[in-house]
T-cell receptor, first 114, second 119 residues
């Protein structure tokens, strides 16, 4: 009964070849987030959606885009992956943005760049 | 300045012993939430426990408890009766504010502490 599902678990792509990571949720939460986590580092927020409202972090590169076609799904698009984009990508959800709301994470997608 | 500080890069404990993982935080917002997450080597981030800034009592969830000392701005995680399956990276995190039009809605993570439990 997984609640936040990320596909695939492992993704390999070529340098410069666009790639899309997917996330779905069964929690009916309003907010969906994408984090990037490099080895031995804390997760870093890239952006989040509150319902259909997109909120980009100031230092998220333009190479990273996101789509949320409906409540359940959210996609992370990397337009031209570079070697520095190899990382674990974590999707998370929360009911809303209140400071008392925990975020529930998926299992992550580990992205490798050849 | 770091918002969340975890000073212990690694901790070692034997099975059945208790262990405390340290976390201090920095915020001027009176309303905030503190969270602990566990990340095993497989990569998933598992929510463990939450403490709100206005909560009067320390949070507990099974073998996990949070030693919240507001004046010292610390929120240490205590794991009682450690098990081999507790071996993982543990992250302390904070959310500031309440409401989407306020700054600081992002979950701010510390650098993590790696816990190793031995038999």
């Amino acid at each position: 009964d997984a609640m936040v599902i990320q596909n695939p678990r492992y993704q390999v792509t070529q340098f410069g070849k666009p790639v899309t990571l997917s996330c779905s949720q069964t929690l009916n939460h309003n907010v969906m987030y994408w984090y990037q986590q490099k080895s031995s580092q804390a997760p870093k927020l890239l952006f989040h959606y509150y319902d259909k409202d997109f909120n980009n972090e100031a230092d998220t590169p333009d190479n990273f885009q996101s789509r949320r076609p409906n409540t359940s799904f959210c996609f992370l698009d990397i337009r031209s992956p570079g070697l520095g984009d190899a990382a674990m990508y974590l999707c998370a959800t929360s009911r809303d943005l209140g400071s008392n709301q925990p975020q529930h994470f998926g299992d992550g997608t580990r992205l490798s760049i050849l | 300045a770091q918002k969340i500080t975890q000073t212990q890069p690694g901790m070692f404990v034997q099975e059945k012993e208790a262990v405390t993982l340290d976390c201090t935080y920095d915020t001027s917002d009176p309303s905030y939430g503190l969270f602990w997450y566990k990340q095993p080597s497989s990569g998933e981030m598992i929510f463990l426990i939450y403490q709100g800034s206005y909560d009067q009592q320390n949070a507990t969830e099974g073998r996990y408890s949070l030693n919240f000392q507001k004046a010292r701005k610390s929120a240490n995680l205590v794991i009682s009766a450690s098990q081999l399956g507790d071996s993982a990276m543990y992250f302390c995190a904070m959310r500031e504010g309440r409401g989407w039009d306020q700054a600081g809605t992002a979950l701010i993570f510390g650098k993590g502490t790696t816990l190793s439990v031995s038999s």
